[in-house]
């Protein structure tokens, strides 16, 4: 798979702090990846986020995007190949029309009309939010806002898209409705990053996984791996999800389980107690 962003011992400082926020980051994400970016509070997650976007710039190492170095290119080119999606929607909607929200994106690109409109239509059916577009997006529920937000940068048709603590705040049925989207994204090609602390929704949706904790990274490789390296979570004051802490109960006791999700620990089981009662 052809690299979007690779990120070479990346240092960051935010001004006026002498810590270091980032301490030589090196992360390479290839097309059509589907990535969790896990860890503490402070750990980096969101520094390292923004700086593959070209909201932060490195102090020190680099960040290509496209190939483009993200201190040399001017931001609104690095933001048009890595949108945004930050975790409060509120920060982010501005228009009084869930259509000119969508709309605003595509139209600052310069395209011409009738592609906004395709762009806006498209972006809309995507999250499920036709025949919204006259409505107010602060008379949407929350978890309409958030795909509202996904919408806006969609319609930019960016190559990867970050998504910012997406279930912060979701009742079940929106955290079921992002999961869902973020895999159909995913499967219709956009390259996804989620910066989250929501092990389970980690545990669902993302292919790999890196772990990060005093600006480096602890870990990087495929989600089951990363969950199943328990020590390491420990070390970084991580809990694994309650399915892989089920799991690892059940193997103390003999059981060869494996499970990520709630599907697949009932499969687990379901073949375990058939062998046993055989
Ligand atoms: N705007 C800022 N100004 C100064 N320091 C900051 C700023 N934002 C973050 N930091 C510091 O940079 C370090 C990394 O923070 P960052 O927000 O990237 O971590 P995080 O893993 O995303 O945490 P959280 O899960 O709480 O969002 C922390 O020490 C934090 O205090």
Redesign the pocket.
């Known amino acids: 798979m052809a690299t979007v962003i690779e990120v070479r011992d990346l240092w960051f400082k935010?001004p006026g702090?002498d810590?270091w926020?980032l301490r030589g980051v090196n992360f390479t994400l290839s097309s059509g990846e589907l990535v969790a970016i896990i860890?503490?509070?402070?750990?980096?997650?969101?520094?390292?986020a923004k700086n593959l976007n070209g909201l932060l710039k490195p102090t020190k190492g680099v960040v290509l995007v496209d190939g483009l170095d993200t201190r040399s290119t001017p931001t609104r080119e690095i933001v048009r190949r890595v949108g945004y999606v930050f975790q409060n929607p509120s920060h982010q909607i501005f228009e009084s029309k869930v259509w000119e929200e969508v709309a605003y994106g595509p139209r600052n690109l310069g395209l011409p009309e009738d592609e906004v409109r395709n762009r806006v239509r498209w972006a809309l059916s995507l999250v499920g939010l036709e025949g919204f577009e006259d409505h107010n997006p602060y008379d949407l529920d929350y978890s309409k806002m958030k795909l509202l937000t996904i919408a806006s940068v969609l319609a930019m048709k960016p190559k990867v898209i970050v998504l910012d603590e997406p279930t912060t705040g979701q009742d079940h049925a929106g955290r079921h409705v992002l999961a869902k989207l973020v895999r159909q994204l995913n499967s219709e090609g956009f390259t996804i990053v989620v910066?989250t602390?929501d092990m389970r929704f980690v545990a669902e949706v993302a292919k790999r996984v890196v772990l990060?904790a005093d600006?480096r990274i602890l870990l990087d490789g495929p989600t089951r791996e990363v969950l199943y390296a328990v020590d390491v979570l420990r070390r970084a004051a991580i809990k694994p999800p309650q399915i892989v802490q089920l799991s690892l109960a059940l193997r103390e006791i003999g059981f060869p389980m494996n499970a990520l999700t709630l599907a697949e620990a009932t499969e687990e089981v379901a073949r375990i107690l058939r062998g046993t009662l055989k």
């Open positions: 935010y702090v810590d926020a860890g503490q509070n402070g750990g980096g997650k969101t520094t390292l910066i602390h990060m600006g």
